[in-house]
């Protein structure tokens, strides 16, 4: 029986370590807020179409991919932590220009409105591959970086639920001028905490090409990058059904007990077990949500739904470590960035369009997206990975 060690002891007490952290959980904070507050704001005050609202999640989706293939050539170009603060300043620009499109004649407001959710996941994307893939490797101990990798992811993961509920909070209190504003803050902490850590400076390489799939796309991943697209699409359809503040709190709890769980609970489990747990809990969510009506019941699968999606993740984030080669690390890191982020732009993408209006169709939809997950994993991936995982890493 295929067993596992704990995946990783949380012993990180670098100061440089800790702010990239936070600085990473602010700006996913930034960006995530976006998630349940834009779209009502602009079928509401815009008149916007919500086929407009799935479009602009498609084009954020696009945007992702659009500057991977450059991320080495910047990285080893230019100051690595400069390019990232740029990035992250482009970002708070972008979302800052949503408090004007109001002023735009409305012929044009779909098209700024698509061009802004582009350039916004071309910064996101490369920030976040630069974060992830060169910066807090960087700062770590070459022993501690899967450790320094998945403790920080779990910082973004984290602010999936802590960006929407400051984000529903703030647009209560202070509307669509204060959201914007407390968004584009977020961005700013973000840069102050990456210019308060170090960086050497390091000369390029010779011969550097400008397109690379390193520190964007690790080909010997592909398998895993399309099951783990399928999990966060039903996170994606999920978040765009409910848009409350109890929603999601419930799912912080889901993720905390799921960081729990893989510490106590799978410390030695079978392989399969955590992510064949997490589909588990995700369809156990969703029937919930079919055929139960009581509140105190609709409380617990949000919970249920971070606490699968949370398990899933961060298994499949140290297999993307495992599958990489030498010196391919940051590349993997960078592909688990990209099949979530671009699951959850097309599960929101589709919830927001064909899915709209209709929660039974859309239920049904998740559970079938669940079933294949489960029958991808169980009877192809986990072979397919035993098979190639590079047994350099003990995870």
Known sequence: MDTQNTPVHINLWHREFWMLSLSNLFLCMAVYMLIPVVPGWLIKVQHITHWHVALA???????????????????????????????????????????????????WLFWIIIGLCFLLGAM???????????????????????????????FSRFALTFGP???????NLFGMKGFVIGSALCCLVSMVLIYMVKFPFKAPEEGLSIFSLDRFFLP????????????????????????????????????????????????????????????????????MFLTRKDSSVHLLIPAFIGFGVSLIASRFQL??????????????????????????????????????????????????????????YNCFVHHWYMENKNRRFTL
């Open 124 to 154: 996101f994307g490369l920030s976040q591959m630069i974060l992830s893939s060169t910066l807090i490797i960087d700062v770590c101990e070459s022993f501690r970086r899967t450790e320094a990798n998945y403790a920080a992811s779990w």
């Open 165 to 171: 509920i400051f984000g529903l909070f703030i647009s």
């Open 319 to 376: 297999f993307f470590v495992k599958l990489s080669k030498h010196c391919q690390r940051g590349t993997s890191q960078s592909s688990y960035f990209l099949a979530s982020e671009l699951g959850l732009s097309i599960g929101l993408s589709l919830g927001w369009s064909y899915l709209f209006n209709t929660e039974f169709m859309a239920l049904w939809v998740m559970f079938a997206l669940v079933l294949m997950a489960f029958l991808y």
């Open 220 to 287: 010997q991943g592909k398998y895993l990058f399309v099951n783990l697209i399928l999990v966060s699409m039903v996170l994606g359809i999920f978040l765009s059904l409910v848009h409350s503040i109890t929603f999601y709190g419930m799912m912080a709890v889901g993720f905390f007990v799921a960081l729990l769980a893989q510490k106590f609970a799978f410390a030695n489990a079978n392989l399969k077990s955590e992510t064949i747990t997490g589909l588990l809990t995700i369809a156990m969510a969703i029937l």
């Open 57 to 107: 999640f498609a084009s954020f989706g696009v945007g992702l991919f659009s500057l991977g293939g450059v991320c080495r050539y910047f990285v080893e170009k230019y100051r690595r932590n400069r390019v990232c603060m740029l990035c992250i300043g482009i970002v708070m620009v972008c979302i800052y220009a949503l408090s004007f499109v109001e002023k735009y004649e409305s012929g």
